[in-house]
């Protein structure tokens, strides 16, 4: 089985207007409501090419229901742990430029979060658990250590979706799959890029720190993949961005649900890259259709 693992889930409210003037009172053009959390993506893309996998992490309140709600008619698979608090609303700014507020998000309980932890003793050696997002202000500083601690005592499998040190502490538990943005990867290695070849050498860290993958996404201008043995550019499609919000995400569920599919893991990157690109083309997340609109004009060249 595939799990997502969000701890911060939100409600994604996305607001469009075609300006922002500070200070004054703005009214929106538009606005969309969707259930949020980068681990919850997963799970909904997973689900749109046809993937089972179940989603868990921390829900609450009214907030929390209206994801459950969503999530139960598109027959995602669920198993939170309910907590006492709402969860969290982020504000998606869609104007002249894009800007992204999201909350801290809700207090969650030691007992709460013992639940979750529980769930990962459950885990056997066929499962993949995909890691993702934030995490709530309130649990401990480690939490991702411990979980990755009990994933890898069951033998399963994980990808890993964060940044700085949680992601760095994660790495050397060999994880499947880590996909950092160019900009995320540069912060990792407390560095700048000047260029795509200033890249490489930072993926290929990647793999040796312990990544069995690794792909670095670059937006509109590609993709980077790298394996034990050998590293890839990937072009992506022409199309006009809607919404890019959730497109790493979409990457991951793309690369996961063709590897388990497949075995193939640069037909994974293909994939990957091509739902990346069909969520940033969609008001929500990619569906199966329109990724098999986009896949063939992703084109991969081996750079290493
Ligand atoms: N301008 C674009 N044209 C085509 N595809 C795009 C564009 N921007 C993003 N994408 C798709 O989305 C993928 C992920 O983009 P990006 O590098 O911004 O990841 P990210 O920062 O993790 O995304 P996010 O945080 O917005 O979910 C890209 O690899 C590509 O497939
Ligand atoms: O605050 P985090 O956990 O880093 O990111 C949360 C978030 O921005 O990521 C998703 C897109 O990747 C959104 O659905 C959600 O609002």
């Known amino acids: 089985m595939i799990y ?28 969309i409501k969707l259930p949020g959390g980068k681990g919850i993506n997963v799970s909904r893309v997973l689900n749109n090419i046809g993937q089972e996998s179940t989603a868990l992490g921390f829900i609450g309140g009214f907030t929390g229901r209206f994801i459950t709600d969503w999530l139960k008619k598109e027959a995602v698979g669920t198993d939170f742990v309910e907590i006492e608090q709402d969860t969290r609303i982020n504000v998606k700014v869609k104007a ?25 003793d459950a885990l056997t050696a066929d499962d993949i658990v995909v890691l993702s997002g934030n995490k709530p202000p309130t649990l401990p500083e480690d939490f991702y250590q411990q979980m990755v601690k009990k994933i890898s005592a069951a033998g399963a499998d994980f990808v890993i979706d964060t940044t700085g040190k949680e992601l760095m ?36 860290k990647l793999i040796e720190l312990g990544a069995k993958y690794a792909v670095i996404s670059m937006a509109g201008d590609g993709a980077l993949f790298f394996t034990e043995s050998a590293a890839y550019r990937a072009t992506v499609p022409k ?10 995400d979409s990457m991951i569920a ?26 940033a083309f969609s008001d929500d997340l990619a569906t199966k259709e329109a990724i098999e609109a986009l896949v063939e004009q992703v084109e991969i060249k081996k750079i290493d």
Do not use: C
């Open 4 to 31: 997502t693992v969000t701890l911060n889930p939100s409600i994604d409210y996305i607001v469009q207007l075609p300006t922002v003037q500070l200070g004054e009172l703005n009214r929106m053009t538009g606005d």
């Open 96 to 120: 002249d430029i894009e800007t992204e507020i999201n909350a801290a998000g809700p207090a969650v309980s030691e007992k709460e979060s013992e639940q979750l932890l529980q769930q990962m």
């Open 169 to 204: 502490n994660a790495i050397g538990s060999r994880p499947l799959l880590v996909k950092p943005n160019h900009h995320e990867l540069a912060d990792l290695f407390e560095t700048t890029f000047d260029s795509v070849e200033d890249i490489i050498p930072y993926g290929k």
């Open 239 to 248: 199309g006009q961005v809607k919404n890019s919000v959730g497109a790493g």
């Open 254 to 279: 793309g690369f996961i649900g063709a590897l388990v599919s497949t075995k193939d893991p640069l037909e994974a990157f293909k994939k990957s890259v091509a739902t990346g690109s069909a969520t």
